[in-house]
């Protein structure tokens, strides 16, 4: 087998920059359909009760979320929710529980096998200084940098976007009012994207499972409440499944340490697509027409189902092809050599790999 499949290998020059340095996303023009409201006010007009002092934490939250004036997104929402999400337990049940010492030591001996075992398949050397076991909330709190730098400038654009709609003369008289949708906005994104990062800790087992590098550089990870949930029921011995998870992790980490344009062009995508975001002004003034006035819930009803969810562009059809190309091609790669590190070692290696 090559040591570099895929046109992968060490590079000449070790500041060699990015070939396509552009950025696309998977992301996607669509107004989140989150309501942070929901959560403030779901008790009242249901039959349920509530206290003054809850009424009154409702309204202080919402003078939080209107008076909110950073990015895009809500990122301190955003965490409060993704942590809300986690304490609420998995998809499949399991709660989140801290890391204890035998489970950090168990991970850094796998991630320590792991890269010894890759030495061998491999001309890619090592690309994590330190290996940690993570709780899914320890996860959220590690990646929220990355899910940033992801994020905000398709949630930018969209915001850029929808403001474009409005005719120059109405923007510059409903500059307050403006302020306060983009601070509910901000509010909606943060929502959205808390509930699904939140989700997603649920059931990653390392920082690289979906083909991008969420950890801090040179941090491999694995979060062993995810790695028990993965190997139940498969009849594998939890330290087969420990070790071939590592395997993965360690591989994707020596990819991105060691292809230095790599990082640079996955993440370029999100950018890339997010600059082809528009929004057909007279198909949305057709849609907007069509709505009720005295049916207020109607909005938020069409705005669920992505009324102002813009159609992909030529370019952005381009930048996703490009972007599931190169992930294809990370994926394929850390598949080849980690079934060839785990084969001579692991009984139940090929097993794991079609799980």
């Not at 989140?32 to 002092?53: E, T």
Request: no cysteine; hydrophobic share 45%.
């Amino acid at each position: 087998m090559s040591n570099f499949p895929f046109g992968f290998g060490l590079p000449d020059d070790p500041d060699d920059g990015d070939p396509g340095k552009k950025k696309d996303g998977q992301g996607g023009g669509e107004l989140p359909g989150g309501d942070p409201l929901s959560a403030m006010f779901g008790s009242l007009g249901a039959g349920g009760q509530m206290s003054p002092q809850d009424l009154g934490a409702a309204f202080q939250q919402l003078g939080q979320l209107l008076s909110y004036e950073g990015g895009p997104v809500n990122w301190e929402l955003a965490q409060n929710v993704a942590r809300q999400t986690v304490a609420q337990g998995a998809a499949d049940g399991s709660k989140d529980a801290s890391v204890g010492r035998h489970e950090r030591e168990q991970v850094e001996e796998a991630m320590r096998l792991a890269d010894l075992w890759l030495d061998g398949v491999t001309a890619l050397p090592s690309g994590a200084g330190t290996a940690v076991a993570w709780s899914r909330a320890e996860w959220i709190e590690a990646t929220l940098p990355v899910w940033k730098e992801l994020v905000d400038p398709v949630a930018e654009r969209v915001g850029a976007a929808m403001s474009d709609v409005l005719p120059e003369e109405m923007r510059a008289m409903a500059g307050p009012l403006l302020g306060m949708m983009r601070s509910m906005g901000g509010a909606m994104f943060g929502t959205q994207i808390g509930q699904a990062v939140g989700m997603l800790a649920g059931e990653v087992v390392g920082s690289t499972d979906i083909g991008l590098p969420l950890a801090p550089a040179g941090k491999a990870a694995l979060l062993p409440v995810n790695v028990a949930a993965f190997g139940e029921g498969l009849g594998v011995p939890q330290d087969e499944v420990r070790l071939y998870l590592a395997l993965r992790e360690a591989a994707h980490q020596r990819l991105f340490a060691h292809v230095p344009w790599l990082r640079s062009h996955l993440f370029g995508a999100v950018d890339g697509y997010a600059r082809g975001i528009q929004v057909d002004t007279d198909k949305l003034e057709g849609l907007v027409g069509q709505l009720d006035p005295s049916r207020p819930e109607e909005l938020q009803e069409k705005l669920q189902q992505g009324l102002f969810q813009p159609e992909d562009t030529p370019q952005q059809k381009a930048a996703l092809a490009r972007l599931e190309t190169a992930l294809a091609l990370v994926e394929g790669w850390v598949d080849a050599v980690v079934h060839a590190a785990a084969e001579p070692h692991l009984p139940a290696a090929s097993a794991l790999r079609e799980t």
